[in-house]
């Protein structure tokens, strides 16, 4: 689903209340990484007009997550199982008018509520589990949000910044040298011109895969413009952890790669341990093996997205192993018996 289409005007904001929105969105998206809190505390520390405008800022805030509660009913999903771009928000009055009004009138009218907050520059993505969202951003980039992922996106005409807070992202970047367009996850940012390439958010590393063009990675520190630790270039994918891994591979492995972005996982001599965790991002199930040897089995495959009953069927069939059901979330797979 694309977020083009109807406009709503916002009121000019002010840099402070700009910059203290954008500090209200990370904050409710969780725990902010050490250098993020003391980010945080000089800007706040700077002025005594930054500490009293989050702190008005925060309070809308949480009146907004009162009002979506009460604005839940049984005919609709509740907003929070949505995907959503929350709020473009400035002055006070453009919150309160802009974002509670605007965002229940575009839900009203069976628009999508990320198209509210979009004209405002600022806002956050989210998807649930097994969905995906693709999303055009004011500077015409389009975003592909796989399934389970959360963005905050800010394009103003100085900035293209976009901030992985947890899943997976495609980004198709449209060219503009004079902003680079920067994705920051985990403890670094990936940097694009006019480009194609996905970001994934693990729990000890970020993962790089590009299909067009060329991106630079550098670790996030004080420093405004830090140093690129590497170039990852179209038909190389890479992962930062503690180490840097770049790895050169044919047009076939980053099509492979990036199959979800068309609905469907490719597999090709994978272990079967990997194969059934990829497909359970799309779905709330589980996997145990009976033995290692199952788990290390390689196999192969084309499935749709969340099609977990078609990939047991075709293990079953092909592989000698049986899947058995332990409730609704749990899959333990074991040998057929000859």
């Known amino acids: 689903m694309s977020s083009t289409g109807n406009i709503v005007n916002f009121p000019d904001r002010s840099p402070i209340e700009d910059d203290a929105a954008r500090w209200v969105v990370r904050h409710d998206n969780g725990a902010l990484t050490p250098i993020e809190q003391a980010q945080f505390e000089a800007w706040k ?46 002055m006070a009055a453009a919150v ?25 520059g600022l806002g956050v993505y989210k998807t649930n589990l097994g969905d995906q969202e693709k999303i055009t951003l004011a500077d015409g980039s389009v975003v592909t949000l796989n399934t389970d992922s959360r963005i905050e996106a ?20 449209a060219h503009d040298p004079s902003r680079p367009f920067r994705v920051y996850a985990g403890d670094g940012v990936t940097v694009a011109v006019g480009t194609a390439f996905s970001v994934r958010l693990e729990k000890d590393s970020v993962q790089v895969v590009v299909s067009e063009g060329k991106v630079s990675y550098s670790r996030v520190t004080d420093v ?16 930062f ?9 044919d047009l076939a492995e980053i099509d492979r790669k990036l199959s979800w972005t068309d609905g469907k996982l490719v597999f090709s001599g994978d272990r079967l341990s990997s194969v059934v965790a990829d497909i359970s ?14 788990a290390d089995m390689r196999v192969g495959g084309v499935f749709g997205l969340g099609e977990v009953d078609d990939m047991l069927e075709a293990l079953e069939t092909n592989f000698g192993v049986r899947a058995e059901r332990i409730g609704d979330k749990l899959v333990r797979i074991v040998r057929q018996k000859p």
């Open 45 to 90: 520390q700077a002025s005594p007009a930054h500490a009293e405008a989050f702190a008005r800022l925060s309070g809308h805030w949480n009146d907004l997550d009162i009002l979506a509660g009460v604005a839940d009913t049984p005919a609709e999903k509740p907003l929070w199982q949505r995907p959503r771009l929350w709020a473009g928000v400035g």
């Open 224 to 239: 405004s413009e830090p140093e690129p630790v590497a170039f990852v270039a179209a038909g190389e994918t890479a992962m």
């Open 154 to 173: 800010r394009m103003s005409g100085t900035e293209r910044t976009v901030r992985l807070l947890q899943g997976e992202a495609f980004f198709e970047v």
């Open 96 to 120: 309160m008018f802009a974002v509670i009004i605007g965002v229940n009138q575009f839900l009203e009218q069976g628009e999508p509520a990320h198209q509210v907050a979009e004209q405002s």
């Open 241 to 249: 952890g503690e180490n840097v891994v770049i790895d050169r591979v």
């Open 281 to 294: 991002r799309y779905a709330d199930i589980r996997f145990e093996f009976d033995t290692q040897d199952l």
